[in-house]
């Protein structure tokens, strides 16, 4: 399974970003999907995870009424609406294949990343 995740960028507090995530060669349709996120020194933190008919979402504390996650199983995509964007957001973002969003959510394959930096 080949994931990648796409959009990161710079971004100003109060910002907004969307981050996408593709595959090639494998139904992202038949997964649960999620997003998680790493800083360098802390735990991997859940972000979001979405059911592949996309009927559950459920966020990590941090984001929520922030970031929205949704997927369009008809072009292969999942995306990550980030909004109002903070400096403690500032994070590597991965896309996963997920065995069940139910916590603990468990991610099963993720591919490179995409850096968000959340500054002024």
């Known amino acids: 399974v080949q994931l990648q995740a796409s959009g990161g960028g710079l971004v100003q507090p109060g910002g907004s970003l969307r981050l996408s995530c593709a595959s090639s060669?494998?139904?992202?349709?038949?997964?649960?999907m999620g997003w998680f996120r790493r800083v360098p020194g802390k735990a991997r933190e859940v972000v979001s995870c979405?059911?592949?008919?996309?009927?559950?979402?459920t966020y990590g504390d941090s984001v929520k009424g922030r970031f929205t996650t949704s997927r369009d199983n008809v072009d292969n995509i999942v995306y990550l609406q980030m909004n109002n964007l903070r400096p403690e957001d500032t994070a590597n973002y991965y896309c996963?294949?997920?065995?069940?969003?139910?916590?603990?959510?468990?991610?099963?394959?993720w591919g490179q990343g995409t850096l968000v930096t959340v500054s002024s």
């Open positions: 996963a294949t997920v065995i069940t969003c139910e916590v603990p959510v468990e991610f099963q394959y």
């Open positions: 060669g494998f139904s992202l349709a038949k997964s649960h």
């Open positions: 979405i059911t592949s008919n996309g009927g559950d979402i």
